[in-house]
């Protein structure tokens, strides 16, 4: 790491975000043009990666997560860091050598009979040799970094001081996002790509869940030499997917190839259970058989069998055009605010899928994608945090594909290895019912239903709409006048110190002392109040 000190790093990404927090807050007192926001977020994202590759360790994984937050951070902020990697230099061999030994606690000659020295990989918490047993199989060990634990800690306090300090002091996005809730989620997902013992029993569950699947090659584990910071797997060799030269080569077609692809990450987003939520080219390889090598199990996710259920029914929804049932899908993921129009978001989702494959040829699919982020940021949508990781894997197997097969269309080479994973799973029957649903005779029902309910759903919208936008507006207002109070109160003692006024210092004092408790307790009032909200939206 290039900063390990603690001090250092904590006054680094405090003072980094303290400033920006402060900075977010005049432009909404000053009531900034959005040109100038735009310009703001730029400045921003440009200063957080910055800061992001001069400290690394769990930063990193930090801005990495936040880039796949479209949905709720600006476009401007997303386009600086968007393109963050992984990527750090490699430890000294001595100090890998010396958390070798201790965890065998044997000399590393009595397992191998040679390991390179220098290292295959290198990322912010490990790094991956290549090693030879003693009986000639080759290995990969993936080893911690020197002190990551450590490091891991301090950035974990730090960021739980950022997590408070914006939870009570800085305006709150569209959604109500939980803070805590996202910290915990981080935490979670980080605590468990620092125990390589947990990884070890994810390969086992893979390739416990792929044994009868021959397009899938997984390395076997060597758990005697494993501990929870050592993890010693077998060496496989492999294509990476951006080598097409390579990858033409094989017998097996690029088109096979990305099908082989959705067929093994398809059940892992719609069914219950864990999925690869990392799924980078070097983390998924190409065997010289055209067989689908799944590397690096250490960010995983987990589908609910609840969620696993109406994710299904979404995809069912989609194929059979039934767009209220996909909307009744969307609430109960929690991807719609309780004020979402039903309506007016299944009219959007039909002009959406409107979209032929040879019309996504001629637009610009960029261009399309932050139309689509500010859609999204208009609407009374949001994305669930629990489901960051799966659309990380999604988007990330996406861009694979559409790299690896770039002639074809997604829908079309996902269609059939959708429809043949339905035939195995019993749902035929499900999908023909959504599919009579979908048509003219339902639908007409559906809108006589919707016609009747109409007037109580709307008022029922209208009450829940105002009542959050009058309390919200109250507490805004007060928080800001709270605040430009506050710093009223920090000019009037520079003032009073500077002017030897005693009077002025001791008034200016109390003034900041009491709008300062006053704020505090107007956030913690609000933040109940966002809670209740939140509970209300989930009934």
């Known amino acids: 790491m290039k900063t390990r000190n603690k001090l250092v790093r904590m006054s680094k990404v405090l003072s980094m975000f303290f400033v920006i927090f402060l900075q977010i807050y005049w432009y909404k007192i000053r009531r900034k043009p959005k040109a100038e926001w735009e310009k703001l977020w730029e400045e921003i994202g440009e200063r957080f990666r910055k800061t992001l590759f001069e400290l690394e360790g769990l930063l990193i994984k930090i801005g990495q997560i936040l880039s796949t937050r479209a949905d709720l951070l600006p476009n401007a902020f997303i386009r600086q860091i968007e393109d963050l990697t992984d990527k750090v230099p490699p430890s000294n061999w001595s100090e890998i050598q010396e958390i070798l030994e201790t965890e065998w606690g044997k000399s590393l000659h009595q397992h191998f009979l040679s390991i390179e020295k220098t290292a295959i990989a290198s990322a912010s918490i490990g790094e991956v040799y290549k090693g030879v047993l003693q009986d000639g199989t080759e290995v990969a060990i993936k080893v911690k970094r020197p002190n990551i634990d450590s490091i891991v800690q301090t950035d974990f306090r730090i960021l739980s001081i950022i997590i408070w300090f914006a939870d009570y002091v800085v305006p709150i996005p569209k959604g109500f996002i939980n803070f805590k809730v996202l910290f915990n989620e981080l935490k979670q997902v980080i605590e468990r790509e620092l125990d390589y013992s947990k990884e070890l ?250 016609f009747l309910n109409a007037p109580q759903k709307i008022e029922h919208i209208k009450e829940i709409e105002q009542r959050r936008q009058f309390q919200f507006m109250i507490y805004e207002n007060t928080k800001k006048q709270l605040f430009q109070l506050t710093l009223l109160g920090f000019t009037g003692i520079a003032a009073g110190i500077y002017t030897s006024q005693s009077l002025i210092w001791i008034l200016s004092v109390g003034v900041t002392v009491v709008t300062f408790v006053v704020y505090f307790i107007c956030s913690y009032k609000q933040k109940k109040w966002m809670k209740f909200m939140h509970e209300k939206r989930r009934e």
């Open 201 to 450: 029993n994810t390969i086992l569950f893979f390739r416990n869940r792929f044994r009868d699947m021959d397009i899938v090659q997984i390395p076997s584990v060597y758990s005697e030499l494993s501990t929870s910071n050592v993890l010693v797997m077998e060496w496989l060799e492999g294509i990476r997917l951006t080598d097409m030269d390579a990858l033409d080569q094989l017998a097996v077609s690029r088109q096979e190839l990305a099908q082989r692809l959705i067929k093994v990450f398809l059940p892992q987003w719609i069914e219950p259970g864990t999925f690869h939520a990392d799924p980078h080219p070097g983390n998924v390889l190409i065997s010289k058989e055209g067989k689908i090598i799944l590397l690096d199990f250490g960010m995983i996710g987990e589908i609910t069998k609840k969620d696993g259920a109406y994710i299904q029914g979404l995809i069912e929804s989609f194929l059979s055009k039934n767009y209220a049932k996909a909307v009744d899908c969307l609430s109960h993921l929690g991807f719609l605010l309780p004020e979402a129009e039903s309506r007016t978001i299944e009219r959007l989702l039909a002009e959406y899928m409107l979209f032929q494959p040879a019309q996504l040829k001629e637009i610009d699919l960029i261009a399309l994608k932050l139309e689509m982020n500010d859609m999204i940021r208009a609407l009374p949508i949001q994305v669930p945090t629990r489901f960051v990781f799966l659309a990380r894997s999604i988007v990330t197997m996406e861009g694979n594909i559409r790299n690896l097969a770039p002639e074809w269309e997604l829908l079309d080479l996902g269609k059939p290895v959708f429809m043949e994973w339905l035939s195995k799973q019993g749902n035929k029957w499900s999908f023909v019912w959504q599919w009579i649903q979908s048509q003219p005779v339902f639908k007409i029902i559906h809108s006589v239903t919707e």
